[in-house]
């Protein structure tokens, strides 16, 4: 099953780099990591996934270690409205499907003005 | 952008009626996906399917069942719906190529059974 280490919660100053940290020691080298966020009251979103090297797209960025075990989710700029639940997904559930995404608990972070 | 929307995002019902929720998505997804969501336990799967009139059963089947008929709607249904029913539930689609792990989420329909 996953295994990652996320902080339960975070702040940030609006404007200022959120950088959300999870450990995935376990990862094995053909598993991807993926973020996605929830909002309150509202579904997932999906936001960045990658393999080894780092990726960006127009919602943020993923620095990935050179051995894999951890990762950074990088909000360059951040706003109010990126106050979220953000997850850090490294494997899916061993289940029936072989689809399920297992969002463990997430990092709260709380975007301040 | 993709669209998954859901019927409801408030329902309230009583124990034993049957509960229809309703999911659709605009973006030609074979990939789609029921879950709920309650607080402690994150997201259970329920129920996938992979393509019209094919469905899987996720980490959590009994007492649901599921209908998809057309490519683009996926329905859940609850027999014979029971208070521990309650939750978010959460319906999405996926992007064919990720192994259904690059989901697209709908806004979620907030389940009460009395």
New interface residues.
């Given amino acids: 099953d996953a295994k990652t280490t996320q902080p339960t919660s975070m702040d940030c100053a609006e404007g200022r780099a959120a950088n959300l940290p999870c450990n995935h020691s376990t990862i094995s080298g053909n598993e991807?990591v993926?973020w996605y966020r929830q909002i309150h009251?509202?579904?997932?979103?999906?936001i960045i996934?990658g393999l080894k090297n780092n990726e960006t797209n127009e919602m943020a960025s993923l620095i990935i270690t050179e051995d894999r075990k951890s990762s950074t989710l990088i909000l360059p700029h951040a706003t109010l409205r990126d106050t979220a639940v953000y997850y850090c997904?490294v494997r899916?559930?061993n289940?029936?499907?072989?689809?399920?995404?297992?969002?463990?608990?997430g990092t709260s972070l709380l975007v301040t003005p | 952008d993709v669209k998954v929307t859901q019927s409801s995002r408030y329902l309230v019902k009583r124990t034993g009626e049957k509960v229809f929720l309703e999911c659709v998505q605009d973006m030609d997804h074979e990939n789609m996906f029921w879950y709920r969501q309650d607080p402690g336990l994150g997201l259970r799967l329920i129920y996938f399917s992979y393509d019209v009139k094919m469905k899987e059963k996720g980490d959590i089947p009994e007492g649901y069942s599921v209908s998809r008929e057309k490519k683009e709607r996926f329905s859940l249904i609850l027999e014979s719906a029971s208070t521990n029913q309650t939750s978010m539930y959460l319906c999405a689609s996926s992007i064919p190529g990720t192994g259904g792990r690059v989901q697209y989420f709908g806004p979620g329909t907030r389940l009460l059974v009395l």
């Fill in positions: 991807y993926y009251s509202q579904g997932p979103q999906y996934h997904i899916v559930l289940s029936n499907s072989g689809y399920a995404l297992n969002f463990g608990k």
